[in-house]
């Protein structure tokens, strides 16, 4: 993975309670953990979207799979 450098502005006790509930040691973690579960999120319910529409056949048993993740 490759980094970037940023400069961002998150309210002290949001980033708090991130670190402490993810179990980060860091900051950087608490924000890559953050994003990361944003991101598997956003795509699990695009393609939960497309269920019954014919593009996309998982059975209930699949589906719960995906979503435990």
Not at 34 to 52: F, M, N, P
Not at 55 to 61: I, M
């Amino acid at each position: 993975m490759t980094y970037k450098k940023k400069t961002l502005n998150i309210p002290i006790e949001l980033l708090a309670e991130a670190r402490k509930l993810s179990g980060s040691t860091t900051e950087t973690m608490a924000v890559v953990l953050g994003l990361e579960e944003l991101i598997k999120r956003k795509k699990l319910e695009a393609l939960l979207l497309l269920g019954g529409k014919g593009l996309v056949t998982l059975s209930k048993k699949e589906q719960s799979k995906l979503r435990s993740r």
